[in-house]
């Protein structure tokens, strides 16, 4: 998964959304129990996938076609800035893919890098019920459950990655029925200073939203993330995290395949992704692009 905030299966568990006499459950509860759910399905999830990847930052989209690998991510440009790739793009873009597959060294450090966000992530799951008062906001559809949390005055943040989350307050949905968290949103209430502002800060009102989905029966994958944050660092230096993400049309991939194969994979998606828009353009006025005036 991205380097960013990632969040079983235990049927039948029927935790309503309002406590009541038949679901005792306080909404902090629930969420310990939610957490602990989703690190445990992180942790047995092995499974691969290839997808189709939008990231937007500092102004500028990118369309990626990802595909994972027990090695690393390998991804191929297909549009930037809603446009295909120019024959040179795409050229520079097929020898880095070779690169790769001839020398993975980058694809290594980043796969490091992810487990290492990974592990931040679980971090932050684990403190969530004691970071935050949760309570019940109305009964979601279908199975799903919200809750909306501030900060616990008592929980002392362990870390700077905890600092900055204490100072968020914002609401939480759920699939109740596998226990797995849906939507997460949230906002600073406050400034947040490191060093005590010497170190830098981040301004209030910074916002974050992770979404994740089912996309095959029991798995669940991050497909939306947005955050805004800015802020200073050490030396006056503006810190500047605008930064929106898209998953979309996942497809299972073998858990064993190789980067070689996972590139062949995309060499494939951009011959078909070239034959789709050749034909959607012969088609657009029935003639062939090379004959227009």
Request: charged fraction near 20%; aromatic fraction near 6%.
């Amino acid at each position: 998964m991205p380097a960013v905030l990632v969040f079983g299966f235990l049927h039948g568990l029927g935790l309503s959304p309002q406590p009541s006499e038949n679901s005792p459950a306080s909404a902090n509860e629930f969420v310990r129990q939610l957490a602990a759910n989703e690190i445990k399905a992180e942790n047995q999830d092995h499974s691969h996938w290839a997808f189709r990847l939008q990231t937007e930052k500092a102004g500028q989209t990118e369309t990626d076609q990802v595909v994972e690998t027990k090695d690393g991510n390998v991804q191929l440009p297909l549009f930037l800035n809603g446009k295909p790739l120019t024959a040179k793009q795409k050229q520079q873009a097929s020898l880095h893919l070779k690169k790769l597959v001839h020398n993975p060294d980058a694809l290594r450090r980043s796969l490091r890098e992810e487990n290492e966000d990974t592990a931040r992530t679980q971090n932050l799951l684990k403190l969530l019920p004691d970071a935050f008062i949760f309570s019940y906001d109305g009964p979601g559809a279908g199975y799903l459950v919200k809750v909306k949390f501030s900060p616990n005055p008592h929980f002392r943040p362990p870390s700077r990655d905890a600092q900055v989350f204490h100072a968020m307050e914002g609401e939480m949905t759920s699939d109740s029925r596998q226990l797995r968290l849906a939507e997460i949103s949230g906002h600073l209430i406050h400034e947040v200073k490191f060093g005590g502002g010497l170190l830098g800060h981040l301004d209030k009102g910074g916002q974050f939203s992770v979404k994740q989905e089912q996309v095959s029966p029991g798995m669940w994958e991050l497909t939306a993330l947005n955050v805004q944050m800015q802020g200073k660092a050490l030396f006056f230096k503006t810190i500047s995290v605008q930064q929106k993400m898209l998953r979309t049309s996942f497809r299972r991939v073998s858990d064993d395949l190789t980067v070689a194969q996972a590139a062949d994979m995309l060499g494939k998606s951009a011959l078909d992704l070239n034959s789709s828009a050749l034909y959607t353009l012969r088609n657009s006025n029935g003639r062939h692009p090379r004959t227009q005036p």
